[in-house]
């Protein structure tokens, strides 16, 4: 018996020896660190520098967030950030942690980032003897035949330790007996196995029973015992045991076979007739109670099925002890091993687990920019374990595989824009390399941060504004508003008036603005007549990193209001009152002119058309005021009785919604008619000298406009009718014949263009709503053929003002106005040819609308 223990003890060195030999080797080649530490030691217990052994500044560990990635369990180890030590985060139990591994190994993995580094640490646990051997059972109780002869072999419950190698059971030991030895086999990593043998034959009738106490040792510096007590009961007469027909009994079990499937079926055979030949099969005593719900016995035939799941990651092979017995009074029995090797089958999905680096990563991360790590781990053997991951192709990140099987990095392969898209589903693949293959998806949300790349946009460019003038100084005139496709700060807009000195920002001094909301106020109250458009620019700035900013330009047309009362321009005083004295013959006719009263006023469109009225008059019957013109005409021939001196009050009033008003007194006297033949022909010298005057005017303004007609035709015949001249903000005036002075003012806002006009309305205009009837749309110009299939060319504005004043100096010599000085005759004869040669070129070239 020493020398077998002698063997098994070389054995066992032979073993470490090699194991030792194959763990450095593996070490050698392995690019991880490794450490080894003991169960049970306290939290905070060091391991190891891992920051000195891997030759990291240590300065740099926390900057780079150096650390322990893990699943969703609590790590058993924990580093410090500081010093890079490795120390145990909460107390191991070998045991636990590794349940049916001989080496105990604890594969971490750490990681820097900025730049990414990806290290792995082997941490092996080794054991301690904190367990004493036990039994399963306290007793034993054997039944042995008289008649077994020395050598006969009884199998006893091995005693189980939870501690592994040199700490697990190493020897038993028997009590003293004469007829009994132990004999112990070495069943490799299932332990050692006791066995009860018959020594000396044994006689019922000197000792009918024998008490034996076996203790199981385990290899501890201070050993640990379990003790079983045997109570052998000794019968009498049956002296043959059965036999198996195989001396090793194996099969290869496929994992999830369905339930009731045999695995295998064992023979054997007994020599005996009878009961004591009849055999039955078992379980071995030593057959735990896992292995009893995993697999069935026919009793009968031998027979093992399956009776519960196999799997076989959860182990790939089993040892099960079949005992066969015969009936006899002292049935014998024998055991027999059958070894079970479970085949994998790819029953198990890829396992995805994934490490973000960060909760969002910048919109202006470059590509190649790191934003996880993917860990895909699958509990299959060979092919059915190889797993490959992938990605949808529709998204700017891409997997890059790791040195380390089964390791990817996310990174990003395009620019990110968060203004497109604030955020991404990751979804990610794994798939095996089984038959048939197997997959899992996971889907991780990735965000993308705002930085500031984008500048304020205005709702409008240009802003266009109307304002009334006499408006209050210090309230709100109008606003902007412009928005940022930023987010947060970088989105927060402040306004401000650009003041930078020019003339086109000059008015912008009698403007504030509300940095936070764009409103404007005036501080200051606009007057039409002084000021009628002007044009200032905004700037809208983000509050962002860098800040970033745009402007608009913002125009503002003051509108009219009816502050201005009439002026009388004609009659006039010297001393400046509006009073004159007017003498006229005795003898003129009804519907003689008198005079004509002028007024002017400094509003436009209803606000300045003048309105004349009789206020105050000697003789309704003598004297008659045109409403419109303000022409003074007599309405019958004068009498004898009528007085010499008349006196009449105009008043003059403009169409305003509150209308402002002035007086002006006309005398009128009636004299003899040789006192009015005498001015007559003072007049009358004036009128000729005025009449040569004209006729040379006409003359030359005749060369003129042929010369301005020839060059004309050339140019249409060249070049096709080009744009429209814009007169935008012009301010004209002209005298309307009505006497009271005409004003138009032009601009433009958007594709309209408006005018501002006086009582005298240009056909084809259209008052435009709320705008005191002051404002008319003008139609807009051709360029080339319209709708109505004309052309319409530019008007040559000094063509333009002569045909204005030739027409209406030939229809007035038609109608003969007294207003409108008398020709003489070669004089009406060059209107008369001018009128006949260029009316063609006027209707063509004059304004619209005369």
Same mark, same amino acid.
């Not at 086999?185 to 006689?203: A, N, Q, S, T």
């Given at each position: 018996?020493?020398?077998?223990?002698?063997?098994?003890?070389?054995?066992?060195? =032979?073993?470490?020896?090699?194991?030792?030999?194959?763990?450095?080797?593996?070490?050698?080649?392995?690019?991880?660190?490794?450490?080894?530490?003991?169960?049970?030691?306290?939290?905070?217990?060091?391991?190891?520098?891992?920051?000195?052994?891997?030759?990291?500044?240590?300065?740099?560990?926390?900057?780079?967030?150096?650390?322990? !990635?893990? +699943?969703?369990?609590?790590?058993?180890?924990?580093?410090? =950030?500081?010093?890079?030590?490795?120390?145990?985060?909460?107390?191991?139990?070998?045991?636990?942690?590794?349940?049916?591994?001989?080496?105990?190994?604890?594969?971490?993995?750490?990681?820097?980032?900025?730049?990414?580094?990806?290290?792995?640490?082997?941490?092996?646990?080794?054991?301690?003897?904190?367990?004493?051997? *036990?039994?399963?059972?306290?007793?034993?109780?054997?039944?042995?035949?008289?008649?077994?002869?020395?050598?006969?072999?009884?199998?006893?419950?091995?005693?189980?330790?939870?501690?592994?190698?040199?700490?697990?059971?190493?020897?038993?030991? $028997?009590?003293?007996?004469?007829?009994?030895?132990?004999?112990?086999?070495?069943?490799?990593?299932?332990?050692?196995?006791?066995?009860? !043998?018959?020594?000396?034959?044994?006689?019922?009738?000197?000792?009918?029973?024998?008490?034996?106490?076996?203790?199981?040792?385990?290899?501890?510096?201070?050993?640990?015992?379990?003790?079983?007590?045997?109570?052998?009961?000794? $019968?009498?007469?049956?002296?043959?045991?059965?036999?198996?027909?195989?001396?090793?009994?194996?099969?290869?079990?496929?994992?999830?076979?369905?339930?009731?499937?045999?695995?295998?079926?064992?023979?054997?055979?007994?020599?005996?007739?009878?009961?004591?030949?009849?055999?039955?099969?078992?379980?071995? &005593?030593?057959?735990?109670?896992?292995?009893?719900?995993? %697999?069935?016995?026919?009793?009968?035939?031998?027979?093992?099925? !399956?009776?519960?799941?196999?799997?076989?990651?959860?182990?790939?092979?089993?040892?099960?002890?079949?005992?066969?017995?015969?009936?006899?009074?002292?049935?014998?029995?024998?055991?027999?091993?059958?070894? #079970?090797?479970?085949?994998?089958?790819?029953?198990?999905?890829?396992?995805?687990?994934?490490?973000?680096?960060?909760?969002?990563?910048?919109?202006?991360?470059?590509?190649?920019?790191?934003?996880?790590?993917?860990?895909?781990?699958?509990?299959?053997?060979?092919?059915?374990?190889?797993?490959?991951?992938?990605?949808?192709?529709?998204?700017?990140?891409? $997997?890059?595989?790791?040195?380390?099987?089964?390791?990817?990095?996310?990174?990003?392969?395009?620019?990110?824009?968060?203004?497109?898209?604030?955020?991404?589903?990751?979804?990610? %693949?794994?798939?095996?390399?089984?038959? /048939?293959?197997?997959?899992?998806?996971?889907?991780?949300?990735?965000?993308?941060?705002?930085?500031?790349?984008?500048?304020?946009?205005?709702?409008?460019?240009?802003?266009?504004?109307?304002?009334?003038?006499?408006?209050?100084?210090?309230?709100?005139?109008?606003?902007?508003?412009?928005?940022?496709?930023?987010?947060?700060?970088?989105?927060?807009?402040?306004?401000?008036? $650009?003041?930078?000195?020019?003339?086109? &920002?000059?008015?912008?001094?009698?403007?504030?603005?509300?940095?936070?909301?764009?409103?404007?106020?005036?501080?200051?109250?606009?007057? %039409?007549?002084?000021?009628?458009?002007?044009?200032?620019?905004?700037?809208?700035?983000?509050?962002?990193? /860098?800040?970033?900013?745009?402007?608009?330009?913002?125009?503002?047309?003051?509108?009219?209001?009816?502050?201005?009362?009439?002026?009388?321009?004609?009659?006039?005083?010297?001393?400046?009152?509006?009073?004159?004295?007017?003498?006229?013959?005795?003898?003129?006719?009804?519907?003689?002119?008198?005079?004509?009263?002028?007024?002017?006023?400094?509003?436009? +469109?209803?606000?300045?058309?003048?309105?004349? *009225?009789?206020?105050?008059?000697?003789?309704?019957?003598?004297?008659?005021?045109?409403?419109?013109?303000?022409?003074?005409?007599?309405?019958?021939?004068?009498?004898?009785?009528?007085?010499?001196?008349?006196?009449?009050? #105009?008043?003059?009033?403009?169409?305003?919604?509150?209308?402002?008003? @002035?007086?002006?007194?006309?005398?009128?006297?009636?004299?003899?008619?040789?006192?009015?033949?005498?001015?007559?022909?003072?007049?009358?010298?004036?009128?000729?000298?005025?009449?040569?005057?004209?006729?040379?005017?006409?003359?030359?303004?005749?060369?003129?406009?042929?010369?301005?007609?020839? #060059?004309?035709?050339? !140019?249409?015949?060249?070049?096709?009718?080009?744009?429209?001249?814009?007169?935008?903000?012009?301010?004209?005036?002209?005298?309307?014949?009505?006497?009271?002075?005409?004003?138009?003012?032009?601009?433009?806002?958007?594709?309209?263009?408006?005018?501002?006009?006086?009582?005298?309305?240009?056909?084809?205009?259209? #008052?435009?709503?709320?705008?005191?009837?002051?404002?008319?749309?003008? /139609?807009?110009?051709?360029?080339?053929?319209?709708?109505?299939?004309?052309?319409?060319?530019?008007?040559?504005?000094?063509?333009?003002?002569?045909?204005?004043?030739?027409?209406? @100096?030939?229809?007035?010599?038609?109608?003969?106005?007294?207003?409108?000085?008398?020709?003489?005759? @070669?004089?009406?004869?060059?209107?008369?040819?001018?009128?006949?040669?260029?009316?063609?070129?006027?209707?063509?070239?004059?304004?619209?609308?005369?």
């Amino acid at each position: 018996m020493e020398q077998r223990g002698c063997g098994a003890w070389r054995e066992r060195r =032979q073993w470490v020896v090699f194991m030792v030999a194959l763990v450095l080797f593996w070490s050698g080649t392995s690019a991880q660190i490794r450490y080894s530490t003991s169960e049970e030691l306290k939290e905070g217990t060091v391991v190891g520098n891992v920051a000195k052994d891997l030759g990291i500044n240590l300065s740099t560990l926390k900057d780079r967030r150096f650390r322990i !990635v893990s +699943g969703s369990t609590e790590p058993l180890f924990q580093v410090n =950030q500081n010093d890079g030590i490795l120390y145990v985060n909460r107390k191991i139990d070998r045991e636990e942690v590794c349940e049916r591994s001989s080496v105990c190994l604890i594969n971490l993995k750490t990681v820097l980032e900025n730049p990414l580094e990806i290290h792995y640490v082997a941490v092996e646990v080794l054991d301690v003897n904190d367990h004493s051997p *036990s039994f399963p059972d306290k007793e034993k109780r054997l039944e042995i035949s008289e008649s077994a002869l020395p050598g006969a072999r009884f199998q006893l419950q091995a005693a189980r330790d939870p501690d592994r190698g040199p700490f697990s059971v190493q020897q038993y030991k $028997l009590s003293h007996s004469d007829h009994f030895r132990l004999e112990v086999k070495d069943r490799g990593e299932d332990g050692k196995m006791p066995f009860l !043998v018959l020594h000396k034959p044994l006689d019922r009738e000197a000792v009918r029973s024998h008490k034996l106490l076996l203790t199981a040792i385990d290899g501890g510096k201070s050993p640990r015992s379990g003790t079983l007590e045997i109570s052998v009961d000794v $019968l009498d007469v049956n002296d043959n045991t059965p036999v198996f027909t195989k001396e090793e009994y194996t099969v290869r079990l496929t994992e999830n076979a369905p339930l009731g499937t045999m695995v295998i079926r064992v023979n054997a055979t007994d020599l005996d007739s009878g009961l004591n030949g009849d055999i039955i099969y078992s379980f071995g &005593n030593d057959v735990n109670s896992r292995l009893r719900k995993l %697999f069935n016995l026919d009793t009968v035939t031998g027979e093992i099925t !399956v009776k519960g799941q196999i799997d076989f990651e959860e182990k790939d092979s089993y040892l099960i002890d079949i005992q066969a017995s015969d009936q006899g009074p002292v049935p014998l029995t024998m055991d027999k091993s059958v070894k #079970i090797k479970i085949v994998d089958f790819n029953d198990n999905a890829p396992e995805i687990e994934v490490t973000l680096f960060s909760k969002a990563i910048p919109e202006d991360s470059k590509p190649g920019t790191t934003v996880a790590l993917i860990s895909v781990n699958d509990l299959d053997s060979d092919l059915n374990g190889k797993v490959t991951c992938s990605v949808l192709e529709d998204i700017p990140f891409k $997997l890059m595989p790791s040195l380390q099987d089964n390791m990817y990095s996310v990174i990003t392969k395009s620019p990110l824009d968060r203004e497109k898209q604030s955020e991404y589903e990751l979804t990610i %693949f794994a798939t095996d390399a089984g038959q /048939p293959s197997m997959s899992s998806v996971k889907t991780v949300r990735v965000v993308v941060s705002d930085v500031n790349d984008n500048s304020p946009e205005f709702s409008l460019s240009p802003y266009t504004f109307y304002v009334t003038e006499n408006n209050d100084p210090g309230a709100s005139v109008f606003s902007v508003s412009a928005s940022d496709r930023d987010i947060n700060e970088n989105a927060f807009i402040s306004y401000h008036i $650009l003041r930078d000195g020019g003339d086109e &920002n000059k008015w912008a001094s009698f403007l504030n603005m509300n940095s936070e909301n764009g409103n404007i106020l005036a501080l200051k109250s606009f007057d %039409f007549e002084t000021l009628k458009t002007f044009q200032f620019q905004v700037i809208a700035t983000d509050s962002g990193t /860098p800040l970033l900013s745009s402007n608009v330009t913002v125009k503002v047309f003051i509108l009219d209001q009816n502050d201005n009362a009439p002026m009388i321009l004609y009659p006039v005083s010297a001393n400046g009152s509006a009073e004159g004295v007017e003498e006229i013959p005795r003898n003129v006719n009804a519907g003689h002119l008198v005079t004509k009263v002028r007024g002017y006023d400094a509003d436009i +469109g209803y606000n300045g058309w003048l309105l004349f *009225s009789l206020q105050e008059v000697t003789d309704h019957s003598l004297f008659a005021l045109d409403r419109y013109t303000g022409q003074i005409r007599t309405l019958r021939s004068f009498t004898e009785t009528d007085e010499a001196e008349h006196k009449l009050v #105009i008043l003059v009033k403009d169409n305003g919604n509150v209308s402002l008003s @002035a007086t002006a007194t006309v005398i009128i006297k009636v004299v003899e008619p040789k006192e009015a033949f005498a001015a007559s022909d003072v007049k009358g010298e004036v009128k000729d000298e005025e009449e040569n005057s004209v006729t040379f005017y006409l003359i030359i303004t005749l060369g003129s406009v042929s010369t301005l007609f020839l #060059i004309s035709i050339v !140019v249409l015949i060249v070049m096709q009718c080009s744009k429209p001249t814009d007169y935008s903000s012009k301010y004209l005036q002209d005298t309307n014949n009505d006497g009271t002075l005409c004003h138009s003012i032009q601009y433009r806002s958007g594709d309209k263009r408006y005018m501002l006009v006086g009582p005298r309305m240009s056909i084809g205009s259209t #008052i435009v709503p709320g705008s005191n009837g002051n404002t008319l749309v003008l /139609p807009e110009h051709r360029r080339a053929s319209g709708e109505d299939g004309t052309v319409t060319c530019p008007p040559f504005w000094s063509l333009s003002t002569f045909c204005h004043r030739h027409l209406m @100096a030939a229809r007035a010599q038609e109608k003969s106005q007294p207003d409108t000085p008398r020709l003489g005759p @070669a004089s009406r004869g060059i209107w008369r040819a001018s009128w006949k040669a260029f009316n063609p070129i006027c209707l063509l070239w004059g304004p619209r609308g005369v």
